[in-house]
């Protein structure tokens, strides 16, 4: 019991609470020269098996140590870059570990810490002010506190931020890559979003514009952007005072495309009407029809028995200066209820939401309420994404020579 007591005392258990009556008891009695024989027995005995369990226990916590090392450097290494810091590799150790700034974040000095676990108790202390580099360090270390990638929060217009794509492998734009507008037109191609992918995307701050955005991506890129630096063929979407641009990366300067946000939208399902609204296509329960006159639809064109996308697609096709009306898209019910028939959907492009659920029925019913959900869903993408008009200039010229590339 004395051994055991003083093995167990040597790592930090404690169990005088059972063995000191216990040793109490047993030594009653016993002459000093007996007490001295077992002590003497005690103590070598407990000394030999604290060696030989110390040193199977750093057997053990040095085979450990290194998968827990590389998983805390897989897990902060990531978080130290959003933070804007390169691990200097040649010169850093598993105990010395040395951090230079990248040229974005306009830090100052190198950081150095003696393991990974100082970098871990660094990232606990917080105090990092700057929003942008706060959201992409929670973005790496909690990522399951953000539904949305930042590219999806700037398509949703959520804040000011902006995205850069490049075109991926094995896609038809590989035919142009690092190479001009001039060499698109000529060969009669087209720049479409989904031969493109989003390598990068950010808070946009306010003193960013293109320009700003070409030098951060190409000579001095951040220290979390892995692609390669920003070129001839890439594409830049901003969103700033909620609109939504596109432009590519031309020889000289920046070419807008104006379809090409709302074709990655589409490709991301927000706020498009894509396959998001199949269910309602084929829902034989609701069809839609379109009137140049809302409130007479007898005058002017009249279109029904649609699909919600076809019904938007008529819509937009009427011109105003021949309406008779303000325009509307309607519902059509075919539920066998008493509310069966046609009521008003979209009037003067803003969805007649309150007017619908007035009745209780409406209100209630899950095929129109499915179709409030997916008009007004329509109706917020377009008042973010701008219309360019067709004797808008859509180059963007500047004096900033694009360096040459090649493949």
Same mark, same amino acid.
Do not use: H, Q
């Given at each position: 019991?004395?051994?055991?007591?003083?093995?167990?005392?040597?790592?930090? =258990?404690?169990?005088?609470?059972?063995?000191?009556?216990?040793?109490?008891?047993?030594?009653?009695?016993?002459? &000093?020269?007996? =007490?001295?024989?077992? &002590?003497?027995?005690?103590?070598?005995?407990?000394?030999? &098996?604290?060696?030989? =369990?110390?040193?199977k226990m750093q057997e053990l916590l040095a085979e450990r140590g290194l998968p827990m090392k590389e998983e805390k450097k897989r897990k902060f290494l990531p978080a130290m870059e959003a933070a804007g810091y390169y691990l200097d590799e040649k010169s850093s150790t598993d105990d010395h570990l040395r951090f230079v700034p990248d040229g974005v974040h306009q830090l100052s000095g190198v950081l150095y810490a003696d393991s990974w676990d100082d970098v871990e108790s660094w990232f606990g202390q917080g105090g990092i002010d700057d929003q942008f580099t706060a959201e992409r360090i929670q973005r790496v270390l909690y990522p399951e506190r953000f539904e949305k990638s930042s590219e999806e929060m700037m398509y949703e217009d959520n804040g000011e931020r902006f995205s850069i794509y490049q075109i991926k492998e094995g896609s038809k734009a590989e035919q142009y890559r690092f190479l001009g507008m001039d060499y698109i037109n000529k060969e009669g191609l087209e720049v479409v979003a989904a031969d493109y992918e989003c390598v990068y995307s950010g808070i946009l701050l306010k003193s960013d514009d293109l320009e700003t955005l070409y030098s951060m991506f190409n000579d001095l890129p951040p220290a979390d952007f892995k692609a390669h630096s920003m070129s001839v063929s890439d594409v830049v979407v901003m969103n700033r005072n909620h609109e939504l641009r596109a432009y590519y990366v031309d020889q000289f300067g920046f070419t807008e495309l104006p379809a090409f946000a709302l074709e990655r939208k589409a490709e991301l399902g927000i706020g498009q009407l894509t396959e998001r609204v199949s269910h309602l296509d084929e829902d034989p329960n609701i069809r839609f029809y379109v009137a140049e006159c809302s409130e007479f639809p007898v005058l002017g064109e009249y279109h029904q028995d649609l699909s919600l996308q076809e019904a938007f697609r008529i819509y937009d096709s009427i011109p105003p200066e021949r309406m008779h009306g303000i325009k509307c898209i309607g519902f059509d019910l075919k539920d066998g209820s008493d509310y069966e028939g046609e009521f008003e959907l979209v009037s003067g492009n803003r969805v007649q939401k309150e007017t619908i659920n007035s009745i209780p029925y409406f209100r209630e019913n899950v095929h129109v309420q499915k179709a409030i959900a997916e008009a007004e869903k329509e109706l917020k993408a377009r008042e973010s994404v701008r219309t360019v008009p067709k004797n808008e200039n859509k180059e963007v010229k500047t004096t900033l020579k694009r360096r040459e590339e090649c493949l």
């Open positions: 019991e004395s051994v055991a007591y003083c093995v167990c005392c040597a790592f930090g =258990l404690d169990t005088s609470e059972y063995s000191f009556p216990y040793i109490a008891n047993w030594s009653s009695g016993k002459d &000093m020269k007996e =007490l001295k024989s077992s &002590m003497d027995l005690i103590r070598r005995t407990a000394g030999e &098996m604290i060696d030989e =369990l110390s040193a």
